[in-house]
C-alpha cells in the first residue's frame, strides 16, 4: 500500500506551509505504528488520510486500484482519543445510526453482536455519552468505527484513556481482526511499549516528514541504543517479546505457559517429518518457557465473556506480545533453580550500554533480544563482558 499526502496551512495572511508525506507499507504488516513527538504531523496524516481536512489531497494505491480519499470509497475510518458521540442519543443509537447508514457496509461486514462482544459494551447499551467513562466512550467509538464497513482502521491515540489490562485486551481485539477479519490498522502513539504489542512496523513522523520507517523490534533497540550518556525514565526501557500459547501450567492453574516464537520447540512442533523422542523433546520444551500471571478481572468483566476471552483464555498455538520492563529482568550467573524467579532465560550478552540511569545490558536467547536495566554497581560486581553466556531471570510476567 502506498500513500501520498499533500496538505496546505495557512499560518497567515501572507504565509503558507505545505506539508507533504508519502509512505509504503508492505501487504504482510497489518497493523503499523506511528510514532512522533507531539506537533509532528500524526494526527495530521491520518485525518488528511480519512478525508477529514479540506485544503488536502491524498491518494491510496492499493492492490489492483487507486483511491482518492476526498471520494465516496474511501476504505479509511477515524478513531481519536476524544471522538464525540451523539449527546442526545444512547449507545445503542449511536451504533445503530451507523448501521443503517454506512455506505461501506457489506454482507460480510461484522454485525452489531459480535462487536458489542469484541469490544465488551453490551452491557452500556442504554446509557448516554454522559454517563460514560473515557474509556468506555473509547470503546463505543472503537465499536462504531468496525460497524461502518470500512477495513483500515486509522487509530489515533483511540485506547488512551483505558488502564494497562484493558489496553492489552483491545490490542488482542486487534490483533484477531487483522488476522481473521481483513482489517488493517494504522496505530498513533507516544508509546513504543503499547506499539510493540500489536504493530509489526513502525513509522517514525518528525516536523511533517517521515523519519524512519522500521520493524518494532528495531525502533525499541534504537530508542534504546540512542539513549547513551543521557538521562531518561527507567520506564524507557523495555523489550518486546514475542511467545505462542502453550497451556495453563500443570501444577499452577494461576500460570500461562508460552512458548517463544523464533525456539526450536516451536519449530519442532511444526514439522512433521521429523521423529523426535519424548525426553528430548520436553528438554527443549522446557527451555523456552515464558511464564505468564493470569490475569484477574473483576465480575463486570466476566459478564462480556467474548471480551475477557481474548485475555484469559488464548488458543493453543495463538502468537501474542508482551512488553517486559528491563528492570524487571536480573542478570545471574547461575540459573534459577534455587531462586523463587520462574522464567530464566539462557542468554549470550550482545551489548553494554552505561547512562546516568544504570547499564543496560542486552543479551539474545532463542533469536529474540532482551534488555536488563541493572545498577552500575551490579554491573561491576558481576563484571560482564560481550560474549558472555549468563542468565536472565525474572518473575512470572
Not at 448501521?99 to 453482536?113: A, C, F, G, M, V
Not at 462487536?115 to 472503537?142: T, Y
Not at 488512551?160 to 490498522?185: E, I, P, Y
Not at 520462574?342 to 543479551?363: A, K, L, M, W
Amino acid at each position: 500500500m502506498n500513500i501520498k499526502l499533500w496538505h496546505k496551512i495557512k499560518l497567515s495572511k501572507h504565509q503558507e506551509q505545505v506539508f507533504e508525506m508519502e509512505v509504503t507499507i508492505d501487504d504482510k504488516h497489518k497493523i503499523v505504528g506511528m510514532f512522533g513527538e507531539s506537533g509532528a504531523g500524526k494526527t495530521t496524516m491520518l485525518k488528511v488520510m480519512a478525508g477529514l481536512v479540506n485544503a488536502a489531497q491524498c491518494t491510496m494505491h492499493l492492490p489492483m486500484h487507486c483511491i482518492n480519499t476526498k471520494g465516496r470509497y474511501n476504505p479509511c475510518v477515524y478513531i481519536g482519543a476524544d471522538s464525540a458521540l451523539f449527546d442526545h442519543l444512547n449507545v445503542a443509537e449511536n451504533l445503530t445510526l451507523v448501521i443503517r447508514h454506512s455506505e461501506s457496509r457489506q454482507s460480510n461486514s461484522l454485525d452489531l453482536d459480535e462487536v458489542l462482544g469484541l469490544c465488551g459494551i453490551s452491557s452500556l447499551m442504554s446509557k448516554m455519552p454522559w454517563q460514560l467513562s473515557g474509556g468506555e466512550k473509547q470503546r463505543v467509538c472503537f465499536a462504531r468505527g468496525l460497524l461502518t464497513g470500512k477495513k483500515l482502521l486509522l487509530l489515533d491515540e483511540a485506547f488512551s484513556a483505558l488502564d494497562w489490562k484493558l489496553r492489552q485486551v483491545m490490542h488482542q481485539v486487534l490483533r484477531t481482526l487483522a488476522s481473521k477479519n481483513g482489517f488493517r490498522a494504522i496505530m498513533v502513539s507516544h508509546s513504543l511499549k503499547e506499539l510493540s504489542l500489536c504493530a509489526s512496523e513502525v513509522i517514525v513522523i518528525e516536523q511533517g516528514a517521515v523519519l524512519n520507517q522500521m520493524s518494532i523490534k528495531s525502533a525499541v533497540d534504537y530508542q534504546i541504543g540512542s539513549t547513551q550518556n543521557v538521562e531518561v525514565n527507567k520506564a524507557d526501557y523495555f523489550c518486546a517479546v514475542n511467545g505462542i500459547f502453550s497451556h495453563i501450567d500443570d501444577q499452577d492453574s494461576s500460570l500461562q505457559v508460552w512458548l517463544l516464537s523464533k525456539s526450536e520447540a516451536v519449530s519442532e512442533s511444526q514439522n512433521n517429518g521429523q521423529n523426535k523422542s519424548k525426553d528430548k523433546s520436553r528438554v527443549q520444551t522446557d527451555a523456552c518457557r515464558l511464564y505468564v500471571k493470569v490475569p484477574s478481572v473483576n465480575s463486570a468483566e466476566m459478564n462480556n465473556n467474548q471480551f475477557v476471552s481474548a485475555l484469559l483464555l488464548p488458543q493453543k498455538g495463538e502468537p501474542r506480545s508482551f512488553a517486559l520492563n528491563a528492570n524487571q529482568l536480573s542478570v545471574s550467573r547461575h540459573d534459577n533453580n534455587q531462586t523463587s524467579m520462574v522464567n530464566c532465560f539462557p542468554v549470550c550478552i550482545s551489548n553494554i550500554i552505561e547512562n546516568t540511569t544504570g547499564v543496560v545490558v542486552s543479551g539474545r536467547w532463542h533469536g529474540q533480544v532482551f534488555h536488563s536495566l541493572i545498577t552500575i554497581k551490579s554491573f561491576q560486581t558481576l563484571n560482564i563482558k560481550v560474549d558472555e553466556k549468563l542468565y536472565f531471570v525474572c518473575k512470572a510476567l
